[in-house]
């Protein structure tokens, strides 16, 4: 009863800290920017601190009684749950709201986010070594029941994904949604310490000294295979992700479920692995040729993706699609390629850590100490692939040529499996694992190269001509038609057209044309070049700059700069008055020097991920603080709760279809004068040049205002978006 009452609380555990990790990395992201490059570093720090508290609890958990490594399992629970109280006035407060301007390079925000995380991820990574101490009765039977205890942990973790990216923080929002996980931890603690005096007092360890004390190298090579392991699941992660999110155009629950259906799989594959590990009979050769398998899975899935995608119409829902607003008719579609691509290989990989276990577990007095060590070198292998595959890889080769090293690791592993085995193999076998190598090969030489790859995945069709870029921010392309028509997508969405489109032109271009002296201007997201280049309309403006979080946005925009010189798109490239800055808008609010006279947002979707923290009244409070004298602050507004969270900051507001301008003084806008404007020669030719057509937007200004708000003008406040409450962002939970 006792074991499977503790079997159940590590579930619990799993689920409060995925929950966690969702609150945090938002919050986090905050602090150190929302780009890819800030994620990868938070999942980073996230993973160290595990692998920390693992080796910590490794050295220790053995020394104690089985009562005892309960106990401690149930103080780290409790202390998660501490931590968990406060980590909304931590992160948020204190890092966001006191450290954000402090810390300037990646490394430094690295070594916060370390810092910040160390408490709780070392507690979290103590907990499988003690109980795996607490739990293991005999040597013989140690993989499979540390492996159930370990397996239903992951699945844990699968459904607080599921529950945190799908439910809660969209209903309920993000304080919230921690306050729910610091509780689960305090139960799972409580039950621990309920569970304690049935556990066992007499079987505690001395430390071990000298020749007794080390570790063969037996155990050493297996850190290095799981070492290895723990990188390659990581790298197929990182690049699923992006595939995915790209492909539903970088939606808020992308995360959650990609996530979620690999830790369920990696779940279900540890559970499979430990009923399984008693028939294996050579663990090492299972495990190498497992890697082998994995690799030539996961890139032949996404290869094949590649060769069908064109093939069906039924893929035209994603990238120029909004597939998730679609849900009721699309999720079979989603789940479906979701489950097809991530669960086989993530089930596989799972099979790692109970055959692992099985192969170093043979000394009841030191079984903390292995599973410690085994799993502090596959937290190693999932850091170096988290940071080197996300910050160095998808930067260097792009995820093409990454993937084609993940099937290059693999033939390592065969071509390892087949020189020590081969001979002893049974012909069946022998075939099977030869038939894994040339496919592997084959992979390697015929995988697409990122143009053609990320092309067709685009709808590209052989008449188009193709601008590409893909870096560690993200993935960039221009497809343009032989009539020089062009759509331009970053991370899947659609955020321009050739000719720019109308809109805008008004966006742009009001801001500068209103403000009577618009000498700077702040544009945060550059996208198309669309927004910016309406921005420079004014004369008197002498500095824009201009912030895109994703820097395969500008090689985008000069490789079609380079073969159309006298486009709007060059000529905003070359203008000498623009500054162009890759970061987080957000973050850039803190670091930039002086006031600006006018700061506008590019028209990003409010369904796009983390596009909530430019929609929030924190976000319009922090505008509304770095405006100079009479300042403008410009939003486009697609729906009513962000014009009431616009309207909530500013004293002065008028609306301008969606267009809103904010400011503290009274707004010098007048339809008949800013028509006029339009109408002047230097303006209407620089409009024009960039496609622009002033009838056209002048058309879309309206015949008149559509609201106007003074210091008096009562607001609606009861349903805004905050930073903390997204609400539009998660927009299936409305």
């Known amino acids: 009863m006792a074991f499977a009452a503790l079997n159940i609380v590590f579930l619990i555990s799993g689920v409060s800290a995925l929950i966690y990790q969702t609150a945090w990395q938002r919050m986090l992201g905050m602090f150190g920017g929302s780009d890819s490059i800030s994620a990868t570093l938070v999942v980073g720090a996230f993973l160290f601190g595990l692998g920390i508290g693992s080796h910590l609890a490794g050295v220790y ?71 795996a101490k607490a739990i293991v009765r005999q040597i013989d039977r140690s993989a499979t029941a540390i492996g159930w205890l370990y397996g239903l942990n992951t699945i844990g973790a ?66 290095l295979l799981m070492l290895v392991s723990g990188f390659i699941i990581i790298s197929l992660e990182i690049v699923w992700f992006r595939l995915i999110g790209l492909m539903l155009q970088s939606n808020a629950y992308t995360f959650a479920l990609v996530l979620s259906v690999f830790l369920l799989g990696d ?11 008693p028939r294996i009979r050579d663990p090492k050769a299972f495990f190498v040729g497992l890697q082998g398998v994995v690799a030539v899975y996961a890139v032949g899935s996404i290869w094949a ?20 607003s679609q849900l009721a008719t699309n999720w079979p579609l989603i789940l479906g390629l979701t489950m097809v691509l991530v669960l086989p290989p993530s089930f596989l990989l799972g099979l790692s850590f109970p055959i692992a276990q099985r192969a170093v577990q043979d000394d009841p007095a030191v079984v903390g100490q292995r599973v410690g060590l085994i799993q502090l070198f596959n937290i190693l292998g999932n850091t170096a692939g988290s940071i080197f595959t996300g910050l160095f890889l998808l930067h260097w080769l792009g995820t093409s040529a990454t993937l084609r090293l993940l099937a290059a690791i693999g033939i390592v592993f065969t071509t390892m499996l087949l020189v020590t085995h081969g001979r002893s193999m049974v012909p069946r076998r022998l075939a099977g694992t030869a038939v894994v190598w040339v496919g592997l090969a084959s992979l390697v030489v015929a995988f697409p190269g990122g143009r053609e790859f990320w092309g067709k995945l685009h709808h590209a069709e052989p008449a188009h001509t193709v601008h590409f870029a893909e870096d560690r921010t993200g993935v960039t392309l221009l497809r343009v038609t032989p009539a020089g028509h062009g759509t331009f997508f970053i991370q899947g969405h659609s955020q321009a057209r050739l000719p720019f489109i109308d809109m805008h ?38 500095h824009i700059r ?34 162009w800055v890759l970061g987080d808008g957000r973050r850039d609010l803190f670091i930039a020097e002086g006031r600006w006279d006018v700061i506008e947002a590019d028209a990003i979707l409010p369904k796009t991920s983390h596009s909530g923290m430019l929609y929030s009244a924190e976000f319009f409070q922090q505008v509304r603080a770095r405006l100079a004298d009479g300042g403008i602050a410009v939003q486009w507004a697609p729906t009513e709760r962000i014009v009431d969270t616009f309207a909530a900051v500013f004293p002065h507001v008028v609306r301008v279809q969606n267009i809103l301008l904010g400011s503290d003084r009274p707004i010098p806008f007048d339809m008949a004068a800013f028509r006029a404007r339009l109408a002047e020669p230097a303006v209407a030719e620089y409009l024009a040049h960039g496609g622009y057509c002033c009838i056209g937007i002048d058309r879309l200004a309206g015949e008149r205002i559509r609201g106007v708000w003074g210091p008096d003008t009562v607001r609606r406040t009861a349903d805004l978006n905050t930073d903390l409450f997204p609400k539009d962002e998660y927009y299936l939970n409305r």
């Not at 020394?63 to 406060?86: K, P």
């Not at 556990?199 to 080390?214: E, F, N, S, Y």
């Open 505 to 542: 032109g008004l966006l742009g271009a009001m801001g500068p044309l209103v403000h009577p002296d618009p000498k700077r201007v702040l544009l945060i997201g550059v996208g198309g070049a669309a927004t910016p280049y309406a921005a420079g309309v004014n004369p008197q403006t002498r």
């Open 158 to 223: 699968g459904l607080g994904a599921v529950l945190a990216g799908w439910w809660l923080v969209g209903t309920y929002g993000y304080p919230a949604t921690i306050w729910l996980a610091a509780l689960l931890n305090a139960l799972v603690g409580v039950v621990a310490l309920l569970v304690a005096p049935a556990m066992r007092v007499d079987d505690a360890q001395p430390p071990r000294r000298g020749a007794a004390a080390r570790i063969g190298a037996g155990v050493w090579r297996w850190c």
């Open 267 to 277: 779940g279900l594959g540890i559970i499979a692995g430990a009923y399984w590990v």
């Open 546 to 579: 201009a912030v895109e979080i994703v820097g395969s946005a500008f090689e985008v925009l000069d490789s079609f700069a380079a073969t159309n010189g006298g486009s709007a798109i060059a000529r905003v490239r070359a203008d000498a008055r623009y500054e």
């Open 61 to 131: 958990a053995d020394r104690l009684t089985s009562r005892r490594a309960v106990v401690a399992f149930a103080l780290c629970e409790l202390g998660i749950a501490a931590f968990g109280a406060i980590s909304r006035w931590v992160f948020y407060d204190f890092f966001f709201g006191e450290l954000v301007g402090v810390a300037e390079s990646r490394w430094s925000i690295f070594a916060m986010l370390f810092v910040g995380l160390l408490w709780p991820t070392t507690l979290m990574g103590m907990s499988l070594p003690f109980l």
């Open 305 to 324: 993706l590649y060769g069908v995608f064109d093939r069906s119409q039924a893929f035209r829902v994603f990238v120029e699609n909004d597939a998730m």
